[in-house]
């Protein structure tokens, strides 16, 4: 069959839109997408829309699979036939914004399913590449290795690293001696490690790292960056700052998550109140308006508690205006996580009444700030005034209080009967969505499971959750996993039964033998339960 080079484009809602042949659910999220620069914005409304009407998830699975499926089209000005995935055929529009909203919802996703599609956004050989694609793919990809990057790559365009660079060598000018963090090379990196033993040989000084470009004065730019110098007496040790982690970046319902880095500094003057500012990725300084309601914003916290009434503080706006590490380094001047459990309570209900609502990064942050430390530090039951303000942040903010506070608590070598009734009475509440809800369980499977994750789980798997046959696979590979080391424990065998008898017409044949295998040396009192509910999943 001939076809013309100059057949002209088909419409987007055309039958011959490269999305056509995929299922209802699929096309119109695709067609959100393509809808204008906020399309991963109204493709997160199109899957809460979807969501709120029940029935079946939305198959993550099978629109990852139908993006690498390769299908021939007519490629170049001698219409030669190619074979190019679905991912490569989208609008460039289309293509950016789909990547934005994977990496908003990358906890719902499948590894073994975007992995693919991340490697055909990165082999792609058009002549003219998105550069902005290329770095939400490869930050999708950071996100799948622990935050890893690929190779060393900088997320960085070799344009976008010169401007920097210029930037940093006008700075400098400054006396301020800024540079572009590199990627060391192997020799220069041997060198380090050289000047760092010496460094730590009494009477040795440290010499400079490089040769590189010097400044109009004459000053060697270093090779990483140097904060708070230049004020500092001779003598005195260099704070050196490292990339250490970024919290997911958001901005509104644009959930861009971003993997954590590292980062060493001198330990602050200051004490316990500026302790949850040393993982700052960078010396930072709040933004002037900010600054100079710090004080009014401490007076005001040293009233709370006294009643729940009053209006919202027009300072608290102001957070709009911070970054992630912004508000950390807010946070930790306001000593937030010193709050009484009433004041945390009215601080709670005012940052909900925001408008509008913070972005889940800043949520994150604070989430980690008002109720980490203080989770952690419990030693009976959570006060109902806490158990209050952390279901009202959880049921606006699930993401955030997933990834901040779900994960580190359960890992945590501290976590004991506290903690673990607080978060078990968290998965009961009935203010947690079923997309929450989802969230929760993908967090707990990214886990390794100890006796208090049994517990939790099992308080979340009670509320039925609607789980995909992806996620049901693993929780049930990870089930049959803990069954020979869990033996005698009662949590353990309290989960097998929730999981038996809730879920029994998800339990494929082959996933009632690895139940079987896992069973058969249970010794608690439950074994008999056990054995009949297996017999109720035979064939």
Not at 145 to 173: A, D, P
Not at 256 to 279: F, H, T
Request: hydrophobic residues 40%.
């Amino acid at each position: 069959m001939a076809v013309s080079g100059a057949a002209p484009a088909p419409a987007e809602g055309a039958d011959s839109a490269p999305w056509a042949q995929l299922e209802a659910p699929a096309q119109l999220l695709l067609r959100a997408l393509q809808a204008g620069p906020d399309g991963a914005r109204r493709g997160l409304g199109l899957l809460r829309a979807l969501a709120s009407r029940g029935g079946e998830p939305f198959g993550w699975g099978r629109i990852l699979e139908a993006l690498c499926r390769e299908e021939p089209v007519v490629e170049g000005p001698d219409c030669r036939l190619e074979l190019k995935p679905l991912l490569l055929r989208l609008p460039p529009l289309c293509q950016r914004n789909l990547m934005s909203l994977l990496m908003a919802v990358r906890p719902l996703l499948p590894e073994n399913g975007l992995l693919p599609v991340l490697q055909i956004a990165q082999q792609n050989q058009s002549p003219d590449p998105d550069a902005w694609l290329w770095v939400l793919g490869e930050l999708l990809r950071r996100d799948l290795n622990g935050g890893v990057s690929t190779e060393g790559v900088s997320v960085l365009s070799k344009s976008c690293q010169g401007r920097l660079q210029g930037l940093c060598r006008r700075l400098g000018q400054g006396g301020r001696r800024l540079k572009l963090l590199q990627v060391p090379e192997p020799e220069e990196e041997e060198e380090e490690d050289k000047e760092d033993r010496d460094a730590q040989q009494p009477g040795k000084r440290r010499k400079g790292r490089e040769e590189g470009p010097t400044s109009p004065e004459g000053e060697c730019a270093p090779k990483k960056f140097r904060c708070l110098e230049g004020e500092e007496e001779e003598g005195q040790e260099e704070e050196r700052c490292e990339p250490e982690s970024l919290e997911p970046l958001a901005d509104g319902g644009d959930a861009l998550p971003i993997k954590n880095q590292s980062v060493r500094a001198k330990p602050s003057e200051a004490g316990q109140s500026l302790e949850a500012a040393k993982d700052l990725p960078e010396c930072l300084e709040l933004p002037k308006p900010v600054q100079d309601q710090v004080p009014r914003l401490q007076q005001l916290l040293k009233t709370l508690g006294e009643g729940l009434e009053g209006a919202l503080p027009v300072e608290l706006q102001l957070l709009h205006e911070c970054s992630p590490s912004q508000v950390d380094l807010l946070c930790a001047q306001l000593q937030l996580p010193q709050l009484s459990d009433p004041a945390l309570l009215q601080l709670c209900t005012w940052l909900l009444s925001l408008s509008p609502d913070l972005s889940l990064s800043n949520a994150t942050v604070l989430t980690k700030s008002l109720f980490l430390r203080r989770i952690l530090s419990l030693t009976s039951s959570a006060s109902r005034l806490l158990m209050t303000a952390l279901t009202a942040f959880c049921a606006k903010y699930a993401y955030p209080v997933c990834r901040a506070l779900l994960g580190p608590v359960l890992q945590a070598p501290g976590t004991g009967p506290a903690q673990t009734e607080l978060l078990c009475c968290l998965m009961k509440e009935e203010a947690l969505e079923p997309d929450a809800q989802v969230l929760m369980l993908g967090q707990i499977l990214e886990l390794p499971w100890k006796e208090e994750t049994f517990l939790v789980l099992q308080s979340l798997l009670e509320r039925q959750v609607e789980i995909t046959p992806e996620k049901f696979s693993v929780l049930m590979e990870k089930l049959c996993r803990e069954g020979p080391a869990a033996t005698t424990s009662m949590a353990y065998a309290k989960l097998m039964l929730t999981v038996m008898t809730k879920y029994q017409a998800s339990i494929t044949e082959i996933q009632r033998l690895g139940l079987a295998t896992a069973l058969e040396l249970n010794t608690t009192f439950l074994r008999k339960s056990l054995q009949a509910a297996l017999r109720h999943l035979g064939p």
